[in-house]
């Protein structure tokens, strides 16, 4: 055994052990690489959400310490596997540009992701052994506010790399150094997208840090957020139906407007909500948007997506929004770029985060006062094959709290509603307000089987022996399985049957569950782990030495 403590796998039971290799001293191992925590990669159909404690935004110490948190909660080291400590990191945070550097920075972060939870993020990956060259942060809006906003500083600090020169058109950067063609097959809009160098290239892992703010998409989360890992012009989604972008038409599809024009009419007549709003910027122009952020997503993975919501704001996300210019809060009168009035910052004081980002966006949605189905990217990427849920009641979601996570009702955690501009309904007689809640009640039953939970026929404690993780603090996840609802015990025992410690009891829902073992409680000798659940027990062996 090459560590002092390690958990060995044994065939005590017809269903076969599932649990982590482990050690009582995790981050103090050498260790090839990092990864998310184990949990977390075998389960890309759940969301999770850990809780901050930042009292203001501009306690910048608490929003990186969340950051920080979050890292040394999720991310592991790796003795095999993973992400080596020589790959390309690419990093993309909602970054904003165009900014006057008069604007002090405590008024401009509410604008995109905070760059001091960046900072704690980065911090917390370079824990496990990653050096800060490795960290790549990219965007393709222009440098201008980067100082101001304080994305520089925060550079310097961790000794991440931000580079200033890729803020021009494609034709004017050099591929290889700035850029790479990634090919996209199948596309409805693009043949092939030209992403700033590292994203999308081999080895690479890309770490999607978006905001939960208001937006004309609704909510700019993780889907659009890594919209600006691309070159300009082709990052451009956003511009109308009927805009050339002016990229090489050999890089898109010749009948591209005629195929969206015919499924735009389509999908109207399917009932996709607020799509018939005529227009410049009505259902043809979300129409066009949404086909090209999907053949975007489809050639471009992120390692781990995260919507930073330690605080939020509504309105258009930046500088206008509903709220009366004379009110008396963090915005002064000169901020505002908009008659409509000034947007509002929120302490939601939430991480939500997992692997898929449209399972991720839909729960941040509905964190945001949304309902997910009447977003009609989700029912595109449904129809395209990269989804296959859309009521957000459908998706495990847990609390990660104290290393473990917890699997809660989608109803435990509180909403934040943020009013945005997303296709307002003022036509046809109706009086919408410009910044409103897409919160009507969609039926979900319309679209039966879509995100069922696929569970085993019997209660099941499964393995992720041998994948090198090492954990923090001796706290080694064990993984178990329930086929239905129930009351259900895990404990310990010493190998005379006498009971050690109880490591989960109570209700649980049908699906996944993660329980700990703190290891460095346990003296050397024979354990056995114990599943029970409606009347029938599930064990395996350990030996701690």
């Known amino acids: 055994m090459t560590t002092r403590r390690s958990f060995l796998k044994t065939a005590a039971a017809a269903v076969p052990l599932s649990i982590y290799a482990g050690n009582a001293s995790g981050r103090d191992l ?18 999770f959400i850990m809780r901050t404690g930042a009292g203001e935004k501009t306690d910048h110490e608490a929003v990186r310490n969340a950051g920080l948190e979050f890292s040394r909660n999720v991310i592991v080291k790796k003795q095999s596997g993973g992400i080596p400590f020589t790959a390309d990191i690419p990093v993309k945070p909602n970054m904003k540009s165009g900014l006057t550097s008069k604007m002090p920075i405590d008024d401009l972060i509410g604008m995109g992701t905070d760059p ?8 917390g990956i370079k824990e496990t052994g990653a050096r800060g060259k490795q960290f790549k942060l990219r965007e393709v809006n222009h440098s201008r506010g980067w100082e101001p906003y304080g994305y520089l500083a925060m ?25 790479n063609w990634t090919n996209i097959k199948d596309g409805v809009w693009y043949k092939q997208i030209p992403h700033l160098e590292p994203v999308n290239t081999k080895g690479s892992w890309l770490l999607n840090i978006s905001k939960l703010k208001g937006h004309g998409m609704g909510l700019t989360l993780c889907c659009k957020n890594i919209q600006g890992t691309i070159a300009h012009n082709y990052q451009q989604f956003c511009c109308p139906f009927d805009d050339d972008m002016r990229i090489d038409p050999a890089h898109m599809h010749a009948n591209a407007k005629e195929v969206i024009k015919k499924n735009h009419r389509r999908h109207v007549s399917d009932g996709i909500p607020r799509w018939d709003k005529p227009g410049k910027w009505g259902g043809l122009w979300q129409e066009t948007w949404a086909q090209r952020t999907l053949d975007h997503l489809s050639a471009t993975p992120s390692g781990l997506c995260v919507i930073e919501a330690v605080y939020s704001r509504d309105g258009n996300g930046s500088t206008s929004g509903p709220h009366p210019l004379s009110q008396k809060h963090e915005y002064s009168e ?26 991720t966006d839909i729960i941040g949605k509905w964190i945001g006062g949304q309902e997910p189905g009447n977003f009609g990217l989700f029912h595109l990427a449904i129809e395209r094959g990269m989804l296959d849920v859309l009521n957000p009641l459908d998706i495990p979601v847990y609390l990660w709290e104290d290393g473990v996570a917890k699997r809660l009702p989608l109803s435990s955690f509180e909403r934040t509603p943020l009013v945005n501009y997303y296709l307002t309904r003022n036509y046809d007689g109706q009086s919408e307000h410009m910044y409103h809640l897409c919160d009507e009640p969609f039926d979900y039953s319309a679209m039966p089987g879509i995100g069922s939970l696929n569970l085993s026929l019997k209660p099941e404690l499964h393995s992720l022996a041998g994948n090198g993780a090492l954990f923090n603090d001796g706290q080694l996840p064990v993984e178990f399985n329930l086929p ?3 009351p259900a015990q895990v404990e310990l025992l010493r190998k005379s049957g ?3 410690m109880t490591l989960a009891e109570g209700n649980y829902a049908a699906g996944s569950h993660m329980a700990t073992i703190p290891t460095k409680s346990l003296s050397s000798g024979d354990y056995t782990i114990v599943l029970r659940f409606q009347g029938s027990s599930t064990q395996t062996k350990l030996t701690v030495s």
């Open 116 to 123: 001091y939870f960046v900072e704690g993020v980065i911090n």
């Open 30 to 47: 050498p260790a090839q690489g990092f990864a998310p925590h184990p949990f977390i990669e075998n389960h890309p159909e759940a969301v």
């Open 498 to 500: 006498n009971t050690v």
């Open 484 to 486: 239905k609802n129930g």
């Open 334 to 359: 000169s901020r505002a770029d908009s008659k409509t009035g000034l947007p509002k910052d929120y302490m939601s004081n939430l991480i939500i985060f997992g692997l898929n980002p449209f399972r």
């Open 155 to 179: 550079a310097q600090r961790t000794g991440a790399d931000l580079r200033y020169d890729l803020g021009h058109e494609v034709s004017k950067l050099e591929e290889g150094r700035d850029f």
